[in-house]
């Protein structure tokens, strides 16, 4: 029942490295596969493998929410490419001044 699939989520977490994320929103996991959860993102953290980022419902305690999002890693990127950042171009409250002819 549900009790295996957090024990293997559970293990996935704790053993494989390559794991980068884990999208567990919308899915009503309770208070025991989030405090089982939290205890394998911390056996990953002890044994020195990267943060993988964690997506979870809100519907399990606060305390153990908290938890896992501080073992998780910040959300990727899609592109990995950095913005450019806006200059000051033509909009809204900058007008170009024009040059007189003499």
């Known amino acids: 029942g549900p009790a295996i699939v957090i024990e293997i989520i559970k293990i996935l977490v704790e ?3 390559p794991l980068k994320e884990l999208h567990l929103h919308n899915n009503a996991i309770g208070d025991y596969a989030g405090f089982e959860l939290h205890k394998g ?25 908290k938890a896992i999002l501080k ?19 033509k909009g809204k409250g900058t007008k170009k001044k024009k040059k007189k002819k003499k």
């Open 71 to 89: 073992l998780s890693a910040k959300a990727p990127t899609s592109t990995g490419k950095k913005k450019k950042k806006k200059g000051r171009g």
């Open 41 to 65: 993102l911390e056996q990953r953290k002890e044994t020195g493998f990267k943060a993988i980022y964690v997506t979870v419902t809100p519907n399990i305690q606060l305390i153990t929410l």
């Open 15 to 17: 053993k494989w490295e």
